[in-house]
C-alpha cells in the first residue's frame, strides 16, 4: 500500500511528495498531463529547436525560497543570474533599470535614487527574513518583528493612493509599478505592493535567476530526488474522485479549490464546502510566444541585458491598463511582462533565432488573440521588432484553463490575490493546508503563500501532514542528504 499519494506534479505537488519520500514514506504523485512541471513546464513550440517555457519563465524565488533553499536547487540546475534582473523602458529611449545591487540601481535614478534607496534599503537589508516572513503562515510574523515593521511600512507607502508622494520622475515609480503588476489587480492595493516590494528586494539581492534549458529543469530536479528516495511518478493520469486514492493514509492535493470540490463532494462539511464556492479566482493572462530572427532591438541597448522586461509605460498608464482589465475590457495598451530566455541561453534555440516569452493581463475567461496589443506595445519600445518576428504563437485566458484546470478562467495565480483572500486562501484558519476529511491536504497556490514557484505550498502542507498523520518532523533536503 502507498502511504502517500500526490495529485498534481506542479512544484508545490512536487515539493511535498520529496519532503514525504525523503521522511521515509513511500509516495506515488498522479500528473493528469504527460509530464511533470505545472506551472514549470517546459516544451518544443512553433518549429523544432526552439524552447519555450509554457508558464513560469523566470523565477526570483528560485534562489530565495525556504524550500529550495533547503534542497539546495542552485548545486542540482544552472541557473543564471542576468546582471540587469529587470528593465522597464519608456518612451523616448530612456529606462528604468533593476540591477543585482541596490546602489547600482540608485545610481540610474537621477533626483529619485536618494528616495528609491530609502524605501528599498531596510527591506534589502533584511531580505532572507522578509522572505521567511511572507513565505511562511501569517501566524508566525512574530518571529521577525523589525522585518515585519519595515514590509508594512514600505507597503503602506506603495500600496495606496498616496504612492506618488515619493518620487518626482518617472523611471523609479515605473521599476516598481512593473513588478507590482505581476499579480493581476488594481493599483495601488496593498497585495499588489506587497508582491512589488517583495519581488524588487529579490531583484537587487539574489537576483532574478533563467534555469538553464528551461523552467522544467526545476520540475525534473524534484522528480529525480522523488525517485531517488524510492517515490514513483505516474503520468496521464487524472484522478477524479477521492475514492481512487483512498487506501493511501495521507493525500496532498496540489489542486484548485474548484477541483477539491469535484474530488471530494459530499464528503466536505457544508460551511468548507460553502466557503470553497465562494473563493474568488483573479483576472487572467493571455501569452504569446515569438520566434526571431535576431534579439530584440530595443530603443535602449542596455534593456536587451534584462533577462525580464516590463512594458506600459509610467506608472498612469500601467494603473489605467490594470484598472480596464479588473472592469473587464481588454486594454489598447497593456501591461506586458517579456523575458528574453535565447539571450542568457543559447541552448533555447537554433543558431542565429531568438525566442520571446511574453503574457499580458486580459478578463478572466477571455478567448480574445492579444498578438497585435502585445507586438505594438514591444514595437513601441524597440523600433523595427515587427522585422524580426519570423513566427508567433498566441495562447487565450480560455486555452490556459484548459491546459491547466487549475488556472481557472485563465488565472495562473490560483486565486485571486486580495485583501481576504491573503489571510482566507482558501479559507480563514490557522492551518489552511488541511481539509476536514481526515488525511486530506490541499498544497497548491491557493493555499498560503500563495502564486509563484516556490514549493511553499507543498512545504507547509508536507510538514503538517508529517507532524499530524506520523509525528515526524522535517527531513533534511540538501542534495548529500
Given amino acids: 500500500m502507498t502511504e502517500v499519494s500526490v495529485v498534481g506534479a506542479g512544484p508545490n505537488g512536487l515539493a511535498a511528495a520529496v519532503i514525504m519520500a525523503r521522511a521515509g514514506l513511500s509516495v ?46 542552485a548545486e542540482r540546475i544552472k ?15 530612456d529606462a528604468g533599470l533593476a540591477y543585482k545591487g541596490l546602489e547600482r540601481t540608485v545610481e540610474g535614478l537621477g533626483p529619485d535614487g536618494p528616495a528609491f534607496r530609502n524605501l528599498l534599503a531596510p527591506l534589502v537589508q533584511r531580505s532572507e527574513a522578509i522572505t521567511d516572513l511572507l513565505m511562511s503562515p501569517l501566524i508566525r510574523g512574530y518571529r521577525h518583528p523589525a522585518a515585519a515593521l519595515a514590509f508594512g511600512r514600505a507597503a503602506l507607502d506603495q500600496g495606496t493612493p498616496l504612492w506618488n508622494r515619493r518620487f518626482s520622475a518617472d523611471k523609479a515609480p515605473a521599476l516598481l509599478t512593473g513588478v507590482a503588476a505581476h499579480p493581476v489587480g488594481r493599483m495601488p492595493s496593498l497585495p499588489s505592493a506587497g508582491g512589488g516590494l517583495l519581488l524588487s528586494l529579490l531583484a537587487h539581492t539574489v537576483g532574478w535567476p533563467v534555469p538553464e534549458g528551461g523552467s522544467q529543469t526545476i520540475a525534473d530536479a524534484m522528480v529525480r530526488d522523488l525517485q531517488a528516495h524510492g517515490g514513483e511518478l505516474v503520468t496521464d493520469h487524472r484522478v477524479s474522485s477521492l475514492d481512487e486514492v483512498r487506501s493511501s493514509k495521507t493525500v ?62 509610467r506608472r498612469a498608464e500601467l494603473a489605467a491598463a490594470e484598472a480596464q482589465v479588473a472592469a473587464g475590457t481588454h486594454p489598447e495598451k497593456p501591461y506586458v511582462l517579456l523575458s528574453q530566455p535565447s539571450s542568457f541561453d543559447r541552448s533555447r534555440a537554433p543558431e542565429g533565432r531568438h525566442i520571446l516569452w511574453t503574457y499580458c493581463h486580459v478578463p478572466a475567461g477571455s478567448t480574445v488573440d492579444m498578438t497585435e496589443a502585445v507586438t505594438a506595445q514591444i514595437e513601441r519600445f524597440a523600433p523595427g521588432f515587427r522585422d524580426v518576428v519570423v513566427r ?25 490575490v486580495n485583501l481576504w483572500q491573503m489571510a482566507a486562501r482558501p479559507v480563514p ?30 512545504y507547509h502542507a508536507a510538514e503538517l501532514a508529517l507532524r499530524r498523520g506520523y509525528g515526524l518532523q522535517l527531513p533534511d533536503l540538501g542534495i548529500d542528504g
Fill in 429 to 458: 484558519a490557522v492551518n489552511p493546508w488541511q481539509t476536514p476529511v481526515p488525511g486530506v491536504f490541499l498544497c497548491s497556490a491557493s493555499t498560503p503563500p500563495g502564486p509563484g514557484v516556490h514549493g511553499m505550498g507543498g
Fill in 79 to 93: 541557473l543564471t543570474v542576468p546582471e540587469i534582473s529587470y528593465a522597464h523602458p519608456l518612451d523616448g529611449g
Fill in 392 to 416: 508567433s504563437q498566441v495562447t487565450t485566458a480560455a486555452d490556459l484553463e484548459r491546459y491547466n484546470e487549475n488556472y481557472v478562467g485563465g488565472d495562473f495565480g490560483g486565486g485571486a
Fill in 252 to 313: 496532498l492535493l496540489d489542486v484548485s479549490p474548484r477541483t477539491l470540490l469535484e474530488l471530494a463532494g459530499p464528503e466536505l462539511p457544508g460551511a468548507y464546502a460553502g466557503a470553497l464556492e465562494r473563493f474568488r479566482y483573479g483576472n487572467a493572462a493571455c501569452k504569446v510566444d515569438f520566434i526571431l530572427s535576431g534579439p530584440v532591438p530595443w530603443a535602449n541597448g542596455d534593456v536587451g541585458r534584462a533577462g525580464t522586461v516590463h512594458l506600459g509605460g
Fill in 28 to 73: 506515488r504523485v498522479f500528473e493528469a498531463g504527460a509530464t511533470a512541471g505545472g506551472g514549470s513546464r517546459t516544451k518544443e513550440l512553433l518549429e523544432p529547436g526552439h524552447r519555450y517555457d509554457v508558464c513560469s519563465a523566470v523565477h526570483p524565488m528560485a534562489l530565495a525560497s525556504p524550500f529550495f533553499r533547503a534542497f539546495d536547487l
